[in-house]
């Protein structure tokens, strides 16, 4: 077991301790000063919670690591402390279907690469569909904007000649 979960957890560890580093200790004076700099934790424990945050905060709060009523805090050892537990879990669920011989198998593998792939295609479309119809839709309602400032400012326009020649129905 050390050579397919050992030896990755190991390097999980290294990354995580690393990460700490550079956030908490080396960048610590300019994530205080700039509340706009965004981390994995920060982004995860922001209002609307996503999909992940919600599970790891209700499992949080069932295991009595968080009051009923308490909110991740993206400052708080607390909530990193959460975030990390999750990260780890999901490391380890990732690195399970190894240990179950998935390389032992060649058929099992190609099922496994095959749904991989699949899973990523629909995230990757899923992304491009929901960024590019938002981009889409708020290009459309520039240009709608554009003409119809373009509108008023040719309606002003007419206006202003129908003023020198004494209006509609002068004569």
Do not use: C
């Amino acid at each position: 077991w050390t050579e397919w979960l050992g030896a990755p957890l190991v390097v999980y560890g290294l990354w995580q301790a690393a990460y700490v580093l550079a956030v908490d200790v080396v960048s610590a004076p300019e994530m205080r000063r700039d509340r706009t700099l965004l981390t994995s934790v920060r982004k995860l424990a922001s209002k609307p919670y996503s999909p992940l945050a919600l599970w790891s905060l209700r499992a949080a709060r069932a295991l009595r690591v968080m009051g009923p009523a308490e909110e991740f805090d993206a400052d708080s050892p607390k909530t990193k402390a959460v975030f990390m537990a999750v990260q780890l879990l999901y490391t380890v669920a990732s690195i399970l279907p190894v240990g179950a011989g998935l390389v032992r198998s060649r058929r099992a593998h190609l099922a496994f690469l095959i749904a991989l792939l699949l899973l990523l295609t629909w995230n990757g479309a899923n992304y491009y569909f929901e960024v590019f119809s938002r981009r889409y839709e708020e290009e459309l309602e520039r240009r709608r904007a554009k003409a119809k400032r373009g509108e008023e400012g040719q309606g002003a326009v007419r206006a202003e000649g129908n003023a020198g020649t004494g209006g509609a129905g002068a004569g």
